[in-house]
């Protein structure tokens, strides 16, 4: 995410080690894709020799205890929402194939609108609510552990009008809507379990009236056309964490391509947009594939089959990494590749690597601010190592900006300016510290890493390569909630 802020800028405004997944949840989950169990199957499961709990109404995130469930681990949503521009009204299905990772008597899915019908492996299955985010579900068999089942929830309702835990993330009007948000989204238009930790595979089919489009991650598939309606269904084929998938629908100019590697790209641009704008725009969503080749050469292949990017007419206020398609706001227009480059790194960092615990955030942002400084041109200082420096010296010691402990600001400021310009400035530090090859390494070997990482994991990896101690260093940087001291440890020399 990047909260928008016109050029020029002085300062751009804006724990514990990964429990791995059960290995047998990922295996069975890999081989019911690998056997095309899609949605329409079901799999019969019964109790074995453990006796069924409860799974967690929580993933056990220490700010967001709520958000995501446990005992089970989602590997394909299907995804089919009608959406009515003129009412604000949304109507859907949303069915995932999941595993359990225990014996399980009832498990919970993240959803925020009013729930219709469920149903576990094809039986109808009671349901209830412990709070407007949770659906508890209690299938009429217990399911096994390591058992592949498939959860079908109906639902329909206004995600407009709805708020939960004092946000209202929904973007939209009568002309145009966007669901996109961050650190929370998916329980606003489907059954989910959303976190960051349980990444999946997407179909997305989205219904609007004839004559509109509707975006979404991925790649488009197939559009159906009937008399009133038309069906607009795409596919991720990449797991995603399920804040990163998102739609549009309204109007949308559309652009497709191949960069120079052959991967393919679509754009689209809100023909809400007046037309100077549409043109800027459209220039902007223009810069993906010589951005992608400049990241390439920091951070390796791009991880996804397919990019691209869309700007809304809605006044979000903020861009969004969603995965494959980020979303742009329309101010800006071509001047600002700086926010494309911005974005588009978040698909390394952030979507390919993302956020163990949202407490994690600076791993996303602060990498991302820190490519686009380089894009950008150091903030016009000769060297990034004369930004860094430039940046200490102009903030005074007792300013705000330092006292946020950034590697663990609080749920309340998971967005604050500090999280991306002192991320940025940790990245630099860092590379002064360990020095060029090491940190460019470092880099590389992150993305490559497992789905999700924590800042322990970071200062692990970074110490593994440099062969050195790093502790200290972190600890200034992220956790002391004063300015590091201009010391050579520090990457401050």
Partial sequence: MKRYVVKPRVVKPRVKRRAAKPRSIKRAAAAAVALGCLIGGTTAATAGSQAPTPGSAGMGDSYFPQYGNGGYDVGHYDVRNRVELDTGRLVGVTAFRAVAGQSLSRFNVDLVLPVRAVSVNGHRAAFSRTNRHEVQIRPRTPIADDASFVVRVAYAGRPGAISWGGERPWQGNRREVVAMGQPQMAAWWFAANDHPRDKAVLDVRITVERGLQAISNGKLKAITRGTRWTVWHWRADEPMAPYLAFFAAGRYTIERGRTADGLPWLNAVSKELDPYSRTESTALMRQTPRVIAWLEGWLGPYPFSTTGGLTTSLDAGFALENQTRPTYPSVGGRESTWLVVHELAHQWFGDRVSVDNWRDIWLNEGPATYLETLWSGNGGEATP??????????????????????????????????????????????????????????????????ANGSTADFTALAESISGEDLDAFFDAWLFTGSRPARTADNGLA
């Fill in 385 to 450: 190592q004369a930004w860094l420096l430039s940046t200490w010296e102009s903030i005074p010691a007792n300013s705000d900006f330092w006292k946020l402990k950034i590697g663990d600001p609080g749920p309340g400021r998971l967005f604050d300016g500090p999280i991306y310009d002192r991320g940025a400035m940790t990245m630099q530090a860092l590379r002064h510290r360990i020095g060029d090859t090491d940190f460019k390494a470092l880099l590389r070997a992150w993305v490559r890493g497992p």
